[in-house]
């Protein structure tokens, strides 16, 4: 009987596992229905992170899910999970420029002022990369332009480095 009882017990655990790893592929591919089979069996993997720290909410915001990304968010998704990097969702998003995931996470309340562990902010990688839509919307929702990376650049420093004529007159005006 106790040996019946282990092996379903490794067996439910088994099923566990492999769901919470599927997680992270169904993110990326943007799979709700699946994602939300595996949270009606564990509804705490919603916050989960993989090898790299990347929650399933992270890699459906770098891989465009914006459906995906959403309903995690409405199902209770931490928008503030911090990868092996200390990057974040927004991070991602503003690396990537999507203006409708930064959009979605503010409305979820991420914060735009956390840093990664190199000191940069949203701000900072919407300014790195020209997104000057994203960059208005930060500042629009109180992003820090003051502060400073490890190498101490803001960004600002960060748009005339990369020359974007755009995002320097927006924080330019800001400053």
């Known amino acids: 009987m106790i040996k019946k009882i282990t092996i379903y017990y490794f067996i439910i655990l088994g099923i566990e596992v492999y769901g919470q790893e599927q997680i992270f592929e169904y993110s990326r591919e943007g799979n709700v229905n699946a994602i939300a089979e595996i949270l ?43 990868d092996s990097a200390g ?18 996470l503010i409305e979820y309340k991420a914060n735009v002022n956390l840093k990664n562990y190199n000191d940069a902010t949203a701000l900072i990688y919407a300014a790195t990369f020209g997104h000057a839509e994203i ?16 190498r101490g650049n803001t960004a600002l420093d960060h748009a005339r480095i990369q020359e974007n004529q755009e995002v320097i007159l927006l924080l330019s005006m800001n400053n």
Do not use: W
């Open 40 to 82: 009606e069996t564990n509804k705490s993997g919603i916050n989960i992170v993989n090898h790299n720290g990347y929650s399933p909410l992270i890699l459906a915001i770098y891989y465009g899910q914006i459906d995906t990304a959403h309903f995690l968010l409405n199902q209770g998704a931490d928008p503030d999970i911090q």
């Open 87 to 104: 990057n974040t969702a927004l991070m991602g998003a503003c690396f990537k420029g999507y203006e409708n995931m930064v959009q979605l």
């Open 135 to 150: 960059v208005k919307e930060l500042v629009k929702n109180n992003a820090d332009i003051d502060t400073r990376d490890v």
